[in-house]
């Protein structure tokens, strides 16, 4: 009949009623850590005395002055002699220690992934039934059902939660979680995305040569959680959006696929880092961050420096090549490098870390009523080389959960 509603019609007003209101904002940041610590500065005697290669005397030299260099003062790991005591096949090149591996970071990725997450939760300050999707990132995983489906049990999620596994991202794992998490929250009304990040360094872990030694001596355990919502928010105060992520892209430098990489053998997690990567990332930083403004409508760049950064501190080179490239003044960077010297490059959870210390540092200049930028931008690296760019903004008044 002319002018009714056709079955297209009501489809189409289905789908648009399931679009959320405004960008995605982050609702609640934490980290967590194993509690043992190692000083930056004893990691070589640590390091070499653990996998009985003092003799090497040369390469724990090398060891020490990389340590010197890193901007990191220290790092937390499962890692220990009782650990190696047990399982002595994991600083063997020569004998197969995957399944010693996969079998001890099931347990300690997982614990802590479950204290992160349940901090993020309770800061969130809704039930846990409410969140509606679930995205773990992890390097740390070899086994299926993964840590995923291990963690919505753990937690007490709906059995209906959509559940995504992304398994070895690296370095970059934190924010391409995020951004799936971005457009999951956009497009479902009403979704309420748990990303957490967990790593081990236990995986990668091995006897030092000199191909192995840089990665030997950044990276660390930890794990990070995110909740991620688009409006409308409850309106009795409950959800407080900290960052709206505005716009999100994922860029690949080509040609790059052999400078940072990662290999599951028998004998682990190989790492492939190559020293040419902090000059890659400032060839090609620029680039990304022009485009990734021009897609919210600036046909110019804005001035970098007044932006708030959330940089994944993958090293001191990498930080110190951002921050010549953009003329970006110090104080730019410092999240991320606080988060380097305290806890060195957890992968993918890092950036969780970077966006709580920024967090904390504006709560702290709001306070102090200080002006800050309204507009940042959070970076993330890992295989490919591939770089991770979300816009950020400060929350902006809107969107607030009908009566």
């Known amino acids: 009949m002319p002018g009714a509603a056709t079955e297209d ?107 992160a997450a349940r901090k993020a939760i309770a800061e969130w300050g809704r039930p846990a039934t409410d969140i509606t999707h679930l995205i773990f990132s992890t390097y740390s995983g070899c086994r299926a059902p993964s840590y995923d489906l291990q963690l919505a049990s753990l937690l007490g999620l709906r059995p209906t939660i959509s559940r995504t596994i992304l398994s070895l991202h690296g370095c970059s794992g934190g924010g391409r979680a995020l951004q799936l998490a971005k457009e999951l929250a956009e497009n479902n009304r009403g979704a309420r995305v748990l990303v957490v990040c967990s790593e081990m360094i236990l995986m990668c872990i091995t006897s030092p040569d000199v191909t192995n030694i840089v990665g030997q001596t950044i990276f660390g355990d930890g794990a990070g959680a995110v909740i991620v919502g688009a409006g409308p928010f ?30 599951i053998t028998s004998t682990g997690i190989v790492f492939q880092l190559s020293m040419k990567v902090p000059k890659l990332i400032r060839d090609n930083i620029q680039q990304c961050l022009i485009d990734a403004f021009r897609s919210i409508g600036n046909s110019d760049p804005p001035n970098w420096n007044d932006l708030f950064w959330a940089v994944h501190p993958g090293g001191r080179a990498i930080l110190d090549s951002i921050e010549g490239t953009l003329q970006l003044q110090p104080s730019k960077l410092a999240a991320s490098r606080h988060v380097l010297r305290e806890y060195g490059n957890m992968s993918g959870a890092t950036i969780t870390f970077v966006l709580d210390e920024v967090r904390r540092r504006r709560e702290k200049e709001d306070g102090q009523q200080q002006q800050q930028p309204e507009w940042g931008v959070m970076l993330a690296f890992g295989p490919g080389i591939t770089i991770e760019t979300i816009v950020l903004r400060t929350p902006q008044p809107r969107c607030l959960k009908e009566n």
């Open 234 to 263: 409850d309106n009795d105060g409950v959800e407080r959006p900290l960052l709206e992520m505005v716009a999100a892209s994922q860029n690949m430098i080509p040609g790059t696929e052999k400078e940072i990489g990662m290999q």
């Open 9 to 115: 019609d009501t489809v189409d007003s289905r789908r648009y009623t399931q679009h959320a209101q405004g960008p995605a904002a982050i609702l609640a940041i934490s980290t967590e850590n194993p509690t043992n610590i190692v000083p930056q500065d004893e990691f070589g005697g640590f390091y070499f005395g653990l996998t009985k290669c003092d003799h090497l005397t040369e390469l724990k030299e090398k060891m020490k002055r990389i340590c010197e260099k890193s901007g990191i003062e220290k790092r937390y790991m499962h890692l220990g002699d009782e650990l190696i005591r047990a399982h002595p096949e994991i600083i063997d090149k020569n004998l197969p220690s995957l399944d010693a591996r996969a079998n001890i970071a099931a347990t300690e990725v997982l614990k802590l992934a479950e204290s």
